[in-house]
């Protein structure tokens, strides 16, 4: 087969994984894009008010939840012996698959869950009883830095749990989950060593603009992200079956 990338070809391969995708977790993303009438729910029933701003970690709790556990739900038989045969056999190229399953699992199902859930908590804040008081926005005055800096986090994260799902073969989330607690331990004793924190803070206060650290993480972040992409790409090129 052209090893190039085809866009007719691509957007077979689209198809295919829309029918996969909402067989292996359409419900999912529906139950997930509802939760807030549960929490809507609880303040009807306890007779609390919920303010806007304590609504919005639930989000994206929602939305990081969703970019951990929907690679293996969707893609979780591609790296194994017998069901992956017709992921490996799908003919397309190494590159149609890796971005339409990036497209699946980085962007549509975070977006979907994120939207979803938070046009649901909007309609709810509107009826009149029910103790959602004010509607969930960012802040104007940093809307820019907030949605690239949200965006980043969850590329990084779904790049990490892609990565992850290629990798293991059993229980992919949590396994993944496992290894990158152990490895943020590790990384954080050995800069630890150097006093790496205290001499960041200490850089932090000596910068004229603080501005620029936010923008900085999300670099890093984005960064990160592009990395465990990567190696998500070449462990579907050389995964054998």
């Not at 939840?65 to 490996?88: C, D, H, Q």
């Not at 923008?215 to 579907?236: D, P, Q």
Request: net charge positive; with cysteine.
């Amino acid at each position: 087969m052209n090893n190039s990338f085809d866009f007719k070809r691509f957007g077979q391969v689209l198809a295919k994984d829309w029918k996969q995708f909402f067989r292996n977790f359409g419900i999912s993303l529906m139950v997930w894009c509802s939760l807030p009438i549960l929490v809507w729910i609880a303040t009807l029933v306890l007779g609390f008010d919920m303010q806007a701003d304590d609504r919005i970690p639930f989000f994206f709790i929602l939305v990081f939840t969703v970019a951990m556990i929907v690679p293996s739900k969707v893609y979780g038989k591609a790296n194994l012996s017998r069901e992956g045969v017709g992921f490996a056999m799908l003919p397309a190229t190494n590159a149609e698959k890796f971005f339409s399953m990036l497209l699946y699992c980085s962007i549509f199902a975070p977006l979907i869950v994120g939207l979803g859930s938070w046009a649901i908590d909007s309609i709810l804040t509107l009826l009149p009883f029910g103790g959602f008081v004010g509607y969930v926005a960012l802040p104007k005055d940093r809307l820019v830095l907030l949605v690239v800096s949200i965006t980043c986090m969850v590329l990084l994260t779904s790049s990490i749990f892609l990565f992850g799902n290629m990798v293991f073969k059993k229980r992919k989330a949590g396994k993944t989950v496992a290894w990158g607690i152990l490895i943020i331990f590790v990384v954080t004793m050995i800069l630890q060593l150097f006093d790496f924190f205290e001499k960041f803070t200490m850089w932090e206060y000596d910068l004229p603009d603080h501005s620029i650290l936010p923008w900085l993480n999300a670099a890093v972040m984005f960064v990160g992200a592009i990395f465990f992409y990567v190696l998500t790409y070449r462990k579907i090129k050389t995964q054998k079956y």
